[in-house]
């Protein structure tokens, strides 16, 4: 899949318009919420949020800036879990679980060194992941991936634990967002 395939599947999963009493994030069009619309310029009312404003959004934001493009090249379903983790959690959540996840696989820094975990795609977190890509091949980007999963589900079921008000959103959580 390319970006333009990652968006469209994006917009898919998150509807049109929305504006759950549970939600903290407020009013939400293609799972834009109005906080981030407005950030980035719209100032019209949400549930008129054009679809190319949220296209140029989701690229800008949870793609190009995060830097999970050059990720694509070397393992595409490695990026395609951080842009669909970074809309719903950031971006830097979804690093700090690829950089945890690195960390926990490079047996003891024996493949690799350990990286800080503080959310940056930087060059030590992908030299990490080539590292590990390269010596985990076949079947080392799976591997990641269900560990990217496993920290994601881990961090619903808590969001859920700490504010009962999630519960109403947890069960498409873990149908719609975890691979």
């Known amino acids: 899949m390319d970006i333009d395939d990652?968006?469209?599947?994006?917009?898919?999963?998150?509807?049109?318009?929305a504006d759950?009493?549970?939600d903290r994030g407020?009013?939400?069009?293609?799972?834009?919420?109005?906080?981030?619309?407005r950030a980035n310029g719209y100032a019209g009312p949400m549930r008129a949020l054009p679809r190319a404003t949220a296209e140029r959004i989701y690229r800008r934001l949870y793609w190009e800036q995060p830097g999970?493009?050059?990720?694509?090249?070397?393992?595409?379903?490695?990026?395609?879990?951080l842009f669909d983790t970074g809309i719903n959690m950031g971006p830097a959540v979804a690093t700090a679980f690829l950089q945890r996840a690195l960390n926990a696989l490079n047996r003891d820094a024996a493949d690799?060194?350990?990286?800080?975990?503080?959310?940056a795609l930087g060059p030590q977190t992908e030299a990490a992941l080539t590292a590990f890509l390269d010596r985990r091949r076949p079947g080392g980007e799976a591997?990641?991936?269900?560990?990217?999963?496993?920290?994601?589900?881990?961090r619903y079921i808590r969001l859920a634990e700490r504010r009962p008000a999630n519960e109403a959103f947890l069960y498409g959580w873990l149908a719609n967002r975890l691979a």
Do not use: C, K, M, W
């Open 143 to 154: 591997v990641l991936l269900r560990a990217l999963n496993a920290l994601q589900g881990e």
């Open 20 to 22: 759950h009493p549970a």
């Open 6 to 17: 990652l968006i469209d599947a994006a917009i898919g999963r998150e509807g049109g318009y």
């Open 112 to 119: 690799y060194p350990d990286i800080a975990a503080d959310g």
């Open 68 to 81: 999970y493009a050059r990720i694509a090249a070397a393992a595409p379903a490695i990026a395609a879990e």
């Open 26 to 37: 407020g009013p939400t069009r293609f799972g834009i919420s109005e906080a981030v619309a």
